[in-house]
């Protein structure tokens, strides 16, 4: 399980048992009561825009409208038609996931300020929609909703409680559990790092929209659950102001933490019972305190109760590198591992990438170089699938890749570093290795931690195992997001500027890392600036320079090239 | 002394990339910074302008005036200025307005004589002070860079990678256009790629390899020397 | 027709200019502010202020709104919009909305403002004070935000066209990091735009304050639909965000005028949503604009 999600557990079963103890003893008391079935009711609706919003970093100002779908759906079966309360409920939910899924396809094609004004627009076109429909009550909306039967009892009252309260903690387990499984480590990459995710394997796309029907069903619920124990529903109940407030108890209460929606939902309920004689001042109060979360205590209530996540766990010694360990690789094949032909790239008017054309043989390790603004990334993103090419193909051990999203590519095979180190910043070096493997492979969470460890292992890194790679030196970077490219055994590697930023000492791990995993039979492709590494591990050195293949040849011949000269150096006069 | 940085370490994050670089530029003359790409030469740049990596240790001393303790923009107030890379033009406005904002942090009185000699030194802008910025060739926007800054009546120009993505011809008009500027008194400080060709131009080169200086001395002396070819493709260093 | 049309123009103004004023906060800092409407209604009730209180006519307290709308722009720069600068898009919403809160309800606790609306003296004339034209009555006011409107936009104009300090304005939200290097301060200019911004919306919540009242809670509906206009007209272009509010205005009144009252705000929301999916660059910008 995520580390961050430690506190979280931990902090579930506590808060559910202080509100039902608090239920037991204040029973009697119907202000109370009251107060905290609508807060369990709201909980349910904040998970799931705790999760969107902390978990796979979206925004939307459009949750107020899936529990007004919820909530319609129950209101309209339950009286025009005469359902039961359940079967209604169940009708509620789905529909609102539904939409969820709409919304989320929609959500794809923006990010931030956008996308949360097109949640917004959605939002308030549910509204209208609601205030003009007339099956549904029109302006007026529908009354005298029965209460929910279960067997004998009436939810009503003290039974409304629990039944909120019930439903609140079955959904916030289930939300741990998703979060603590596989799907728990893609989101939390994503949250990270989108790009990253997307080239180790996660299907970001998917998994937005995963996270967008599960917070649109938890808001139908929500809503469902609402108008049982309200008895009527109105087209105004659904605005933007019930939006807001779901987004003020995510953010105070913390985002991306269950029990942090719980907190948020509890202190704006009992706001709400307590504020009464003060209603513009609580407001304002409200606005304050965001900002002052927002800017000074980014973790919100849960993150202040939590406190700051371990800083540096442990400082071991480092395990000694365990080489034989590596297995060598066994061939899938008998197609080259990378053929590129004609690929060609165009920013605007620049030509980044003309026309190159190269294939790699197997269990090879191959250096492209060249001058800053030679097309060197730009072919590597092309390669795994970040931005479409303009012309050319690319075919990744027989199969052609064009127009394949990153995580596809990853599947085939192919691992990937990028210039900076991109690791997730707020994962363990552990985990970040882990998320990996289970984006990319089939087993289940135990065995990709005891790959995942294994890896670490033969890079001798077990001992930052459950350092935050935000607390790693920017060497051991490099090697945590080497050791994430190769855990899940590729057979074609890219490595861009490994080197960079590295020291003489760090340079002859990083050399002999590289060439071990070679000795595996992975096919390694290298942009690197380092000449005097290029020119001791290459097999073979392509020189690219204004988007075109100046030369390619063994390092020798480069080194002697009078082209490459020229190109880094100058013309001698 | 011009400017006068020494023992300087400087990084991003936690990534250190200047492990302890001195470097000094006297009043005329054109100093070059050649280097392998990664070396740190353009951090260098950024670390005397203020613009992003954090000092850690060593000091910038600029016409007097200690650069660590002033902002960028106070930096250009002093006459320090920086054609940083990707030349960082106003895209959205005209060639002209590039021109006179770069007398933003300089008093207005001479603007129009100043933005006349500027038109006089490139024609080929000065045929186009009405266009867009963003519409300029790659060279011209060069040349617009340039002379923004010279419009704040610079003491010194700190010039990185001028001739990235241009056209050899263009290269060589730029470099003259440099040397000509230092001739008429303006100390430069060049960071360039392009190692033969600025040293050819430049009166003293430092040569950066991994953050640190691995050879430094008078231009003519270094384009004879075989080291800098070795640091460059990776040969032997002689060590 | 006409008539709705003059009318649709007439809170058009309002809208055009929250949209200029988004655009420009979102140009100087990368922000988009959920609160600007708030800022239209606080404008109008400035002038409420000075009529009401300091009994001045209200050509002056247009003045003096617009003067109060510029040092509370600086206020809410200093003291939201900088300290959150740092943290993610997301948390800049929020933070917009949390200031939104505090206008939306805030001014309610000013005594001489309270939640409702209020009526606010037309510029002149009385305020119902209309004139026939082509079928149709128009008030006079209009014709004033009609004119003050140009004005405004005239002096916008110019500013950032032709005075010195308006183009550095333009060349630090251009490009900061090019501005520093030639001495710009680009927080001092920042903090111009969004007073400008914000100074923009108190005068348009005082030249059409006299036809649709000043305070009550109406500032979220405009921002949207002051998002609507930069969206649809183009969130970089400035003609664009004008254009695009005065057309939200219109198809309002249209709407209302053809349907049922309640029906035209959906689907004036909802020429949002599809313009955001089919041309999100809006109807007025080039993509070569348009950055990210």
């Known amino acids: ?573 | 002394m011009l400017l006068d940085v020494r023992d300087l370490r400087a990084g991003y994050g936690q990534l250190d990339v200047l492990h302890g670089v001195s470097v000094y530029v006297d009043l005329g003359e054109l100093v070059a910074v050649l280097g392998p790409n990664g070396a740190g030469k353009s951090t260098l740049l950024r670390a005397v302008s203020q613009l992003g990596p954090a000092v850690r240790g060593g000091s910038i001393v600029f016409d007097g005036h200690d650069l660590l303790r002033t902002s960028t923009e106070q930096g250009v107030r002093y006459g320090c200025l920086h054609v940083a890379e990707g030349r960082q033009l106003f895209s959205e406005l005209t060639v002209d307005d590039n021109l006179r904002l770069g007398a933003y942090a300089t008093d207005h009185k001479t603007i129009e004589r100043d933005l006349s000699s500027v038109y006089e030194r490139f024609p080929e802008i000065a045929r186009r002070r009405s266009a867009v910025a963003f519409s300029l060739s790659g060279g011209e926007q060069q040349m617009l860079a340039i002379g923004r800054a010279l419009m704040a009546k610079p003491k010194l120009l700190m010039l990185d990678e001028p001739s990235t993505g241009l056209a050899p011809q263009v290269v060589a008009k730029i470099f003259s256009i440099i040397g000509d500027l230092c001739r008429a008194g303006t100390a430069v400080l060049l960071v360039e790629q392009n190692a033969y060709l600025a040293l050819q131009h430049a009166d003293r080169a430092y040569v950066l390899e991994n953050g640190a200086t691995a050879l430094s001395g008078c231009a003519a002396e270094l384009s004879a020397d075989e080291r800098i070819k070795a640091i460059y493709l990776g040969g032997a260093t002689g060590e | ?292």
């Open chain 3, 1 to 292: 027709m006409l008539q709705l049309i003059v009318a649709g123009l007439t809170v058009g103004s309002g809208y055009a200019l929250v949209a200029l004023g988004l655009h420009i906060i979102l140009r100087a800092t990368r922000i988009i502010n959920f609160a600007q409407g708030e800022f239209l209604i606080v404008g109008g009730l400035f002038a409420l202020t000075f009529v009401e209180v300091l009994h001045v006519n209200v050509w002056i307290a247009l003045l003096g709104s617009t003067a109060c709308g510029f040092i509370l722009g600086l206020v809410f720069e200093r003291l939201i919009l900088r300290p959150a600068s740092r943290c993610s898009e997301i948390a800049l919403t929020i933070v917009t909305i949390g200031a939104l809160y505090i206008l939306l309800y805030g001014h309610a606790l000013v005594p001489l403002w309270g939640s409702s609306p209020h009526p606010l003296p037309a510029f002149s004339g009385e305020g119902a004070d209309s004139f026939a034209f082509g079928g149709a009555s128009i008030p006079y006011q209009s014709l004033w935000v009609f004119l003050l409107l140009a004005l405004a936009l005239a002096v916008m104009y110019a500013f950032f066209e032709r005075t010195y300090f308006g183009k550095a304005i333009r060349a630090a939200a251009n490009n900061p990091i090019g501005a520093r290097l030639t001495g710009i301060d680009v927080t001092q200019t920042r903090a111009i735009s969004v007073a400008i911004s914000i100074a923009l919306c108190a005068f348009g919540g005082t030249i059409i304050g006299p036809i649709t009242l000043v305070g009550g809670a109406g500032g979220t509906a405009i921002a949207i639909k002051g998002f609507v206009g930069a969206i649809v007209g183009g969130f970089e272009s400035p003609v664009g965000c004008v254009v695009g509010g005065l057309l939200v205005g219109i198809v309002e009144k249209l709407l209302e005028g053809k349907f049922e009252y309640g029906l035209a705000d959906p689907l004036v929301y909802s020429l949002l949503l599809v313009t955001l999916l089919v041309r999100p660059q809006g109807l007025f910008a080039s993509r070569v604009g348009v950055r990210d």
């Open chain 1, 1 to 573: 399980m995520i580390a961050r999600l430690h506190a979280d557990a931990r902090a579930i079963p506590i808060l559910l048992a202080l509100v039902g103890v608090c239920g037991i003893v204040a029973s009697s008391n119907a202000t109370f009561v009251q107060a905290a079935t609508y807060a369990g009711i709201y909980a349910i609706a904040a998970i799931g825009l705790s999760l969107l919003l902390g978990s796979v970093n979206q925004i939307s100002l459009g949750q107020a409208a899936f529990f007004g779908i919820g909530a319609y759906a129950v209101a309209y079966l339950t009286t025009s038609a005469n359902w039961s309360y359940w079967p209604a409920l169940v009708v509620g939910v789905v529909l609102a996931a539904f939409f969820g899924v709409v919304i989320g396809f929609i959500a794809l094609r923006f990010h931030g300020h956008y996308l949360a004004m097109a949640t917004l627009a959605f939002n308030l076109i549910c509204v209208g929609i609601f205030h003009q429909w007339k099956l549904i009550g029109g302006a007026v909306g529908i009354n005298n909703i029965p209460f929910a039967q279960l067997g004998p009892i009436r939810i009503a009252g003290t039974p409304a409680f629990w039944f909120a309260w019930i439903a609140a903690a079955i959904v916030a387990l289930l939300s741990l559990r998703l979060l603590r499984g596989r799907m728990g480590y893609a989101f939390e990459a994503i949250r990270n790092d989108e790009l990253a995710a997307e080239v180790t394997g996660v299907p970001t796309r998917r998994c937005k929209i995963v996270a967008f029907t599960y917070a649109g069903a938890l808001a139908g619920l929500s809503g469902a659950m609402y108008v049982a124990v309200i008895g009527l529903m109105a087209p105004d109940i659904p605005g933007v102001g019930l939006t807001v407030d779901l987004l003020l108890m995510v953010v105070l209460g913390g985002m991306g933490s269950v029990s942090g929606a719980i907190i948020g939902a509890c202190f704006i309920g009992f706001l709400s019972i307590t504020g009464h004689s003060f209603d513009n001042w609580r407001e304002v109060a409200y606005g304050v305190v965001v900002i002052a979360v927002v800017v000074a205590a980014p973790g919100g209530l849960f993150g202040l109760i939590r406190g700051r996540a371990r800083t540096r766990a442990t400082d071991g010694a480092p395990a000694p590198r365990i080489e034989s360990a590596m297995a060598p690789l066994v061939l899938h094949s008998n197609e080259l591992p990378l053929v590129v032909s004609g690929v060609t790239k165009r920013f605007g008017g620049l030509i980044a990438v003309d026309a190159v054309s190269f294939a790699l043989e197997y269990g090879t390790l191959t250096s492209l170089i060249g001058p800053n603004g030679a097309g060197k990334t730009t072919l590597f993103n092309a390669m795994s699938g970040i931005g479409r090419v303009n012309s050319g193909t690319i075919r990744i051990a027989g199969t052609s890749v064009t127009g394949w999203a990153p995580h596809r590519i990853a599947r085939l095979g192919v691992g990937r570093t990028f210039q900076n180190a991109r690791l997730f910043d707020e994962m363990t070096v552990l985990e970040n290795v882990v998320a990996s493997v289970l984006a990319l492979t089939r087993v289940n969470e135990r065995a990709a931690n005891d790959r995942a460890r294994e890896t670490l292992a033969r890079l001798g890194l077990e001992h930052l195992s459950t350092t935050y790679a935000m607390h790693l030196p920017f060497g051991e970077r490099r090697r945590v997001e080497l050791a994430r490219a190769i855990a899940a055994d590729p057979w074609l590697l890219l490595v861009d500027e490994p080197a960079a930023g590295l020291n003489a000492r760090e340079r002859t791990t990083l050399q002999q890392d590289l060439l071990a995993i070679r000795g595996r039979g992975v096919t390694i492709l290298l942009i690197e600036h380092d000449m005097k590494l290029v020119m001791s591990i290459s097999d073979r050195v392509m020189v690219l320079q204004f988007g075109k293949m100046i030369a390619d040849g063994t390092a020798g011949a480069i080194r002697n090239d009078p082209l490459v000269a020229a190109a880094y150096l100058g013309i001698a006069s």
